[in-house]
Nanobody
Framework: QVQLVESGGGVVQAGGSLRLSCAAS????????MGWFRQAPGKEREFVAA????????VYADSVKGRFTISRDNAKNTVYLQMNSLKPEDTAIYYC???????????????????WGQGTQVTVSS
């Protein structure tokens, strides 16, 4: 079992920044890839970014590439999502997720992730 708890959400003006955190407990953190997804009102959940168990490989959605950065600190069992140049369309509930499969690179597919956090709200005002 893996428990995930997100934090760091809030309200920010367009052009501003936020850093989300996701603290993991349960299985050893360095054994699994981590991802961030988001769900805007009335829309399906979508992939944002993912990082390998070692932190050496990352993948991003085109919509956030160059603005968001995913990172992890395995000593602190935490994954981060640094969000810069935020836009109103980034408004969503942000979820972190854990993929316990190590033999592949991190993926953007929800079905590859085994555990999910409860989400944190990010609101970007124009």
């Amino acid at each position: 079992q893996v428990q995930l708890v997100e934090s760091g959400g809030g309200v920010v003006q367009a052009g501003g920044s936020l850093r989300l955190s996701c603290a993991a407990s349960g299985r050893p953190f360095s054994y699994y890839h981590m991802g961030w997804f988001r769900q805007a009102p009335g829309k399906e959940r979508e992939f944002v970014a993912a990082i390998s168990w070692s932190g050496t490989s990352a993948v991003y959605a085109d919509s956030v590439k160059g603005r968001f950065t995913i990172s992890r600190d395995n000593a602190k069992n935490t994954v981060y999502l640094q969000m810069n140049s935020l836009k109103p369309e980034d408004t969503a509930i942000y979820y972190c997720a854990a993929d316990l499969t190590q033999y592949r690179t991190p993926t953007p597919y929800e079905y590859d992730y085994n555990y999910w956090g409860q989400g944190t709200q990010v609101t970007v005002s124009s």
